[in-house]
T-cell receptor, first 117, second 108 residues
Framework: DTAVSQTPKYLVTQMGNDKSIKCEQN?????MYWYKQDSKKFLKIMFS???????INETVPNRFSPKSPDKAHLNLHINSLELGDSAVYFC????????????????FGQGTRLTVV | SQKIEQNSEALNIQEGKTATLTCNYT??????LQWYRQDPGRGPVFLLL?????KEKRKERLKVTFDTTLKQSLFHITASQPADSATYLC???????FGAGTRLTVKP
């Protein structure tokens, strides 16, 4: 069983379209993240959710909207896609361990390569 | 705002040598720091976590140190092998913000 799974793995779409990337984790974790990795390979955090509540919301265009229907899922919807949105998007999850008070050991999905043409 | 720096974009070493990668941070005092490995086309994989009150952590050929005075963590791979070639990333505690990574190449 894949711990953190993203779909689709590849996504090619035209500018102006709206698309979604889905993420599911079966680890029972409370915290989920979305990252963007651009062509320079820098892994930039976009959003973080804890128990369906938004914790981190970095400076990303409001065309990007995360949605967490339950704590096992964190989907990313992107409106009006632009060329600069082309990147690999990673979903991840982690857990706050009882008595430790911090998140530890994030598990990442395999990534979704988004190409906007 | 906090800033994370990994000392070099790329590091090339000979097989069998020790690789040392550096992670520096500013404007922040993390409670812990994590190191990850990323292979091309894959997501990062967790390697080690070190807390602020720990000076050193080891796992097989890996060793991490954490100097809160210098605001620096060092990541060592001893007896390096070509299979260790990858990009290594550090991240600061709960924020899970990553440094730019260091691409390590171990040559036979």
């Amino acid at each position: 069983d894949t711990a953190v799974s993203q779909t689709p793995k590849y996504l090619v779409t035209q500018m102006g379209n709206d698309k979604s990337i889905k993420c599911e984790q079966n680890l029972g974790h409370d915290t989920m993240y979305w990252y963007k990795q651009d062509s320079k390979k820098f892994l930039k955090i976009m959003f973080s959710y804890n128990n369906k509540e938004l914790i981190i919301n970095e400076t990303v265009p409001n065309r990007f909207s995360p949605k967490s229907p339950d704590k096992a899922h964190l989907n990313l919807h992107i409106n009006s896609l632009e060329l600069g949105d082309s990147a690999v998007y990673f979903c991840a999850s982690s857990q706050v361990y009882p008595g430790q008070g911090y998140n530890t050991e994030a598990f990442f999905g395999q990534g979704t390569r988004l190409t906007v043409v | 705002s906090q800033k994370i720096e990994q000392n070099s974009e790329a590091l090339n070493i000979q097989e069998g040598k020790t690789a040392t990668l550096t992670c520096n941070y500013t404007n922040y005092s993390p409670a812990y720091l994590q190191w990850y490995r990323q292979d091309p086309g894959r997501g990062p994989v967790f390697l080690l976590l070190i807390r602020e009150n720990e000076k050193e952590k080891r796992k097989e050929r890996l060793k991490v140190t954490f100097d809160t005075t210098l605001k620096q963590s060092l990541f060592h791979i001893t007896a390096s092998q070509p299979a260790d070639s990858a990009t290594y990333l550090c991240a600061l505690d709960d924020d899970m913000r990553f440094g730019a990574g260091t691409r390590l190449t171990v040559k036979p």
